[in-house]
């Protein structure tokens, strides 16, 4: 019998992806993943409750569990990335750092360490083969599809890993946790970077990175506030501005990290919230085969509609794409994932 670890993480995702592969007859054993331990005793921490809910499945379900510590790993794989590139005037995203080295490397490292064959997620996305190449394709419910948070997932990952919940839409999985008696059946789902939870974003970061202020300026010069720190906005950030006034709101359009200026603009549409190119390195391709030059879809946030765009290549490890229409807030330290209809073919991270 073929021996799966599935990643219980307490939510009603990974729950339902254990109870499909039991029913399909596999060897299945669930793992939590203790990521993060810095303040686990705070009010803004769920990894007990988390915990607990994953152990309440597993014997809801009639699988062993394992509780396993990858906190020093994460913490120098993922959270010392995550501070540079802030402290670097970038908006990083660690949850796709995350991915492609903790739950699928350390993780999936233990689990083929104790004689698994798979590990399995409660990620929404596919998986397709051919001859000898795998793939991640979108899943079915375009609203949950994660391909975007996996795109730097390696062929040895994608090949041992399993996701069940491709072919689902989001209010089926619920039916059948409900339908089963799950007791996160009607668990609200987690959002957010995992670490972070539900604390206010500045409250966190001010625990490990001294504030810098400095002038806020319109792009002809005029001062209108003053910032706390370059690393605590985001390009196309409107909240906690503290700008006041008539007119439009206020938003972040660019960064000066040699005179520690922050430029903000008026309107949702001002044109330097606009941009048909983009340029990205640290290239991730799931193929492991670099696609041609020509015309693809992409996306540079997860929440943004796919934009149809020219690839082409700077040097081996630098992209330029040019979008046929001008995309909003383009953002240094996040990722563009490429598309080819329904393939996710990889990408980079967003340098200018």
């Not at 014997?59 to 020093?72: K, Q, R, S, V």
């Not at 996305?125 to 419910?141: F, G, P, S």
């Not at 996160?184 to 957010?192: E, F, L, V």
């Amino acid at each position: 019998m073929t021996k799966i670890i599935v990643g219980l993480s307490g939510g009603v995702d990974s729950s339902v992806s254990a109870y499909l592969l039991k029913q399909q007859g596999y060897d299945v054993t669930g793992i939590f993943m203790q990521n993060w331990e810095d303040d686990d005793n705070s009010e803004y921490c769920t990894i007990k409750e988390d915990s607990m809910d994953a152990i309440a499945v597993a014997d809801c379900l009639g699988i062993d569990i394992e509780i396993i510590n990858f906190a020093t790993e994460y913490k120098d794989q993922v959270f010392k990335y995550f501070l540079d590139e802030y402290q670097n005037g970038r908006t990083p995203n660690p949850d796709i750092l995350c991915n492609s080295e903790i739950k699928f490397k350390a993780f999936l490292s233990h689990a083929i360490n104790i004689g698994a064959e798979f590990i399995a997620t409660g990620h929404y996305v596919n998986k397709i083969q051919d001859h000898n190449t795998y793939q991640l394709a979108k899943a079915l419910d375009a609203n949950k599809d994660q391909s975007y948070f996996l795109y730097r997932l390696n062929q040895y990952q994608i090949s041992h890993s399993l996701f069940p919940l491709g072919n689902l839409e989001k209010p089926m999985v619920r039916e059948i946790a409900s339908k089963i008696n799950l007791p996160n059946a009607q668990k609200k789902d987690s959002t957010g970077i995992c670490f972070i939870g539900k604390r206010p974003f500045r409250e966190f970061l001010k625990r490990y990175m001294p504030l810098a202020p400095g002038k806020m300026l319109t792009p002809n010069g005029k001062i209108v506030g003053e910032h706390i720190g370059l690393m605590y906005y985001t390009i196309g950030q409107r909240k906690g501005l503290g700008i006041g006034g008539l007119g439009e709101p206020w938003f972040v359009a660019e960064k000066n990290l040699r005179t520690n200026e922050l430029i903000v603009v008026q309107g949702h549409n001002h044109p330097l919230l606009l941009r048909k190119e983009l340029i990205a390195n640290q290239l991730s391709f799931g193929s492991e085969t670099k696609p041609k030059e020509g015309k693809y879809s992409a996306k540079t946030r997860y929440r943004m509609t796919e934009a149809s765009c020219y690839l082409s290549y700077l040097d081996n490890d630098k992209i330029k794409l040019t979008f046929d229409e001008p995309q909003w807030a383009i953002t240094p330290g996040q990722s563009v994932v490429i598309y080819d209809n329904n393939t996710c073919l990889g990408g980079g991270i967003i340098t200018k």
